[in-house]
C-alpha cells in the first residue's frame, strides 16, 4: 500500500501556493517574475499534508492563513504574523493550544477536530470573536471558564466535545461567557440568557467579585506603568523604589539587620520620613519640569509647522501666478509667426523663470534662517530647563547623602554599642550565625562601612542617571531636529531645482517648435 510522505513548507511549497492564489490578472506575471512574499496578505495551505510549521517568517504582512486538513501536531512558528486575522488549523493532529503569543490582531481561530483536552494559552488572543473548538477532547465545563477572558467573543462552537453532553452545558456557556451571538451555530436569545444566568446565579456573583479585584488590579498596573513611563521619561526610573532597593539589594545589611533588630528597625524608620520627604520634592520638581520641557519642545514644533505653512501658502500662490504666466505665453509661441513676438515672448518666460528661481530660493533662505533663530532659542530655553533640574537634582542628592551619613554613624554606633556587650559576655542567647559576625571588630567595621558604601553608591547611580540622561536627550534631541531641517531644506531645493529645469526644458521645445514652423 502506497503511502504519502509528510510535506515540509519550504520555498517550492510556498512559492506554488502563492502562485495558484494570486489575482488571475496578475498571475502570468507572477509566475514569471515572482510575488513578494511581504505583499501576501492571504495564504492557503490546505491538504498539503504538512507535518509542521516553518518557514513563513517572510509572510509578516499575512491577514489570512489556512492550514487546516493537514497532519499537524503541533502549534508553532507563528508568533511574529503580527497582522494575522483569520487562523484554520482544523482538521489536524493538535493536542496543546500553544504558540499564539503576541498574535493581538486574531479575531478568527479554528480548532475544529484536533485533539486537544485543555482551553489555554490564548491570553494574548484580545480580539478573538469567533472560536471553534468543535470535535475535540474537552471534557469538564470547567475547562469553558478560561473564556470568560475573552469580551469581544461572540461565536462560539464546542459541538462534538465530551463536555456537551452534559446536560448543564448550553446554561454554563450562556451564564459565564458573556456577549455570545452564536453558540454552536444557533443563535443566542435573551430568555435563554436570562434563565442561564438564574440557574447560575451565585457561580455570576463570586465571578463578578473576582472581576472587579482583577480589574482594580489591572488599574493599579496601568497607573503604576504610567508613572514608571513617566519617571523614565525624566531620567528619575526606580526613585520610588530607591529607599527598598538600598537596603533590601544590600547582603551586608541583611547581615547585620539582625544584630539589634528593634534599634535598627527604629532608626530605618526615621531615615525613612526624612529620605521620602526629599524624594517627595524631587519627583515633583523634576516631572514638572519635564512637563515644561515638552511644552516647549511642542512650541517648537508647532512654531515651525505655522512658518512652513505660510511660507509654503506664499511659495503656491507664486507657482501658480507663474503657471497661468507660462500658459498664456507658450500659448502664444504656438500660434504666434512674429519673430519678434516669439523673440520677446521666449526672454521673458527666461526671466520670469530665473526670477520664480530666486524668488523660491530666497524664501527658502528666510525659512532656514528662521528655523536658526528659533532653534537658538529652543536650545537656550531646553538648556535652561535642563541646568535647573540638574542643579536641583544634585542639590537634593547632597541632602539624601547628608541623612544617609546622619544614619551611617547611628546605626555604627547601634552595631557597635551591641559587639561591645558581647564581648563582655553579657550576650548569650544568639545564634551561632551572629556569632560569627560579632566574633571579629575588624572584620564589623569593613561589613558597616561596606553597607554604607552600597547605599552612596545607590545614590551615585541614580544621580547619573539623571545627569546623564538628560545631557545625553538633549544633544540627540538638537542633533535630530537639525538633520530633520537639513533633510527638508534638502529636498525643498531639490523640488526647486527640478520644477525650474522642467519649466526651462518646457520653454526649449517651445522655442524650437516656434521658430521650425
Known amino acids: 500500500m502506497n503511502t504519502i510522505e509528510p510535506a515540509v513548507i519550504d520555498e517550492d511549497l510556498l512559492k506554488k501556493a502563492t502562485h495558484e492564489q494570486a489575482n488571475p490578472e496578475i498571475g502570468e506575471i507572477a509566475r514569471r517574475e515572482g510575488i513578494d512574499p511581504k505583499e501576501t496578505t492571504s495564504l492557503r495551505l490546505d491538504y498539503k499534508n504538512i507535518l509542521k510549521i516553518d518557514n513563513l517568517w517572510a509572510f509578516e504582512n499575512l491577514v489570512k492563513l489556512q492550514l487546516d486538513n493537514n497532519i499537524i501536531e503541533k502549534i508553532e512558528n507563528i508568533s511574529f504574523l503580527k497582522?494575522?486575522?483569520?487562523?484554520?488549523?482544523?482538521?489536524?493532529n493538535i493536542t496543546c493550544i500553544e504558540g499564539l503569543e503576541k498574535l493581538h490582531k486574531l479575531t478568527d481561530l479554528t480548532l475544529f477536530n484536533n485533539r486537544i483536552a485543555k482551553l489555554e494559552n490564548m491570553d494574548d488572543l484580545h480580539?478573538?470573536?469567533?472560536?471553534?473548538?468543535?470535535?475535540?477532547?474537552?471534557?469538564?465545563?470547567?475547562?469553558?471558564?478560561?473564556?470568560?477572558?475573552f469580551e469581544n467573543l461572540r461565536v462560539l462552537n464546542c459541538g462534538g466535545n465530551a463536555l456537551c453532553k452534559n446536560s448543564n452545558y448550553r446554561h454554563y456557556v450562556l451564564a459565564h461567557i458573556r456577549g455570545l451571538k452564536y453558540l454552536d451555530y444557533r443563535l443566542v436569545d435573551d430568555e435563554s440568557i436570562a434563565a442561564a444566568k438564574e440557574k447560575y446565579i451565585d457561580d455570576l456573583i463570586a465571578l463578578e467579585?473576582?472581576?472587579?479585584?482583577?480589574?482594580?488590579?489591572?488599574?493599579?498596573?496601568?497607573?503604576?506603568?504610567?508613572?514608571?513611563?513617566l519617571h523614565q521619561a525624566a531620567h528619575i526610573e526606580g526613585i520610588n523604589t530607591l529607599f527598598?532597593?538600598?537596603?533590601?539589594?544590600?547582603?551586608?545589611?541583611?547581615?547585620?539587620?539582625?544584630?539589634?533588630?528593634?534599634?535598627?528597625?527604629?532608626?530605618?524608620?526615621e531615615y525613612r520620613a526624612k529620605f521620602e520627604v526629599v524624594?517627595?520634592?524631587?519627583?515633583?520638581?523634576?516631572?514638572?519640569?519635564?512637563?515644561?520641557?515638552?511644552?516647549?519642545?511642542?512650541?517648537?514644533?508647532?512654531?515651525?509647522n505655522q512658518t512652513k505653512s505660510e511660507t509654503d501658502g506664499e511659495c503656491i500662490k507664486m507657482l501658480n501666478k507663474y503657471s497661468h504666466f507660462k500658459k498664456n505665453l507658450l500659448r502664444v509661441l504656438q500660434t504666434s509667426r512674429d519673430t519678434k513676438e516669439i523673440d520677446d515672448s521666449i526672454k521673458i518666460l527666461k526671466e520670469e523663470t530665473l526670477k520664480l528661481s530666486d524668488e523660491?530660493?530666497?524664501?527658502?533662505?528666510?525659512?532656514?534662517?528662521?528655523y536658526e533663530d528659533v532653534m537658538k532659542e529652543f536650545e537656550r530655553n531646553y538648556?535652561?530647563?535642563?541646568?535647573?533640574?540638574?542643579?536641583?537634582?544634585q542639590s537634593n542628592f547632597a541632602r539624601m547623602r547628608d541623612l544617609e551619613n546622619e544614619f551611617h554613624e547611628r546605626f555604627s554606633e547601634s552595631i557597635l554599642l551591641t559587639f561591645e556587650r558581647f564581648s563582655k559576655g553579657d550576650l548569650d542567647d544568639i545564634d551561632d550565625e551572629l556569632r560569627d559576625v560579632l566574633s571579629d571588630k575588624d572584620a564589623l567595621i569593613n561589613t558597616i562601612n561596606g553597607s554604607h558604601d552600597f547605599r552612596l553608591g545607590k545614590f551615585d547611580h541614580q544621580e547619573d542617571c539623571l545627569v546623564s540622561g538628560i545631557s545625553q536627550e538633549l544633544e540627540f534631541l538638537t542633533r535630530k531636529l537639525h538633520d530633520a531641517e537639513v533633510q527638508?531644506?534638502?529636498e525643498r531645493v531639490c523640488e526647486i531645482f527640478t520644477f525650474i529645469d522642467k519649466c526651462n526644458a518646457e520653454i526649449e521645445i517651445a522655442e524650437e517648435n516656434a521658430y521650425y514652423y
Open 127 to 149: 480580539s478573538l470573536n469567533v472560536l471553534s473548538i468543535g470535535n475535540n477532547c474537552l471534557i469538564g465545563l470547567e475547562n469553558l471558564a478560561y473564556l470568560t477572558r
Open 488 to 490: 527638508r531644506d534638502r
Open 209 to 229: 467579585e473576582e472581576e472587579k479585584i482583577s480589574n482594580n488590579k489591572k488599574e493599579e498596573e496601568r497607573k503604576r506603568s504610567e508613572l514608571n513611563a
Open 383 to 393: 538648556t535652561e530647563f535642563a541646568s535647573s533640574v540638574n542643579e536641583y537634582g
Open 279 to 304: 524624594v517627595n520634592e524631587s519627583r515633583h520638581f523634576i516631572l514638572k519640569k519635564r512637563a515644561e520641557m515638552d511644552d516647549e519642545l511642542s512650541q517648537f514644533k508647532e512654531c515651525l
Open 83 to 92: 497582522n494575522l486575522q483569520w487562523l484554520d488549523l482544523s482538521f489536524n
Open 360 to 370: 523660491l530660493m530666497s524664501i527658502e533662505m528666510q525659512v532656514v534662517e528662521q
Open 244 to 269: 527598598e532597593d538600598m537596603f533590601g539589594n544590600d547582603p551586608d545589611f541583611q547581615k547585620l539587620l539582625p544584630i539589634n533588630l528593634d534599634r535598627t528597625t527604629d532608626l530605618q524608620d
